[in-house]
């Protein structure tokens, strides 16, 4: 069997929209087929702590706890553009873990 390469996917979409829950279907079958994923869920920020507000990770409970996933809530903390400052290089780590 050949290795597979890293694959980025981007969702976006309006809240309630059902986002984490074909995540969390996708990444489940996928990990059910061996493959290895991580998930950088984009969170706005809260005023107050700095931190994820909406709690992907909890909305997708099941897929955390799946050995061959790692879903990481990640909070802008005030950057605008949708994506958290170090995105990019949490990505590239994840995928660099997963092809060696």
Do not use: W, Y
């Amino acid at each position: 069997m050949s290795k597979l390469q890293p694959l980025r996917i981007g969702l976006c979409g309006s809240p309630g929209a059902g986002k984490s829950s074909i995540i969390e279907k996708l990444g489940l079958h996928m990990c059910k087929q061996g493959v290895k994923i991580a998930v950088l869920a984009i969170d706005p920020s809260s005023k107050t702590t700095g931190g994820s507000i909406l709690g992907d990770k909890t909305r997708m409970e099941i897929l955390s706890q799946h050995p061959n996933a790692f879903v990481r809530p990640s909070p802008t903390r005030g950057i605008l553009g949708g994506l958290a400052l170090n995105t990019n290089e949490l990505a590239m780590l994840c995928e660099r873990i997963v092809t060696d």
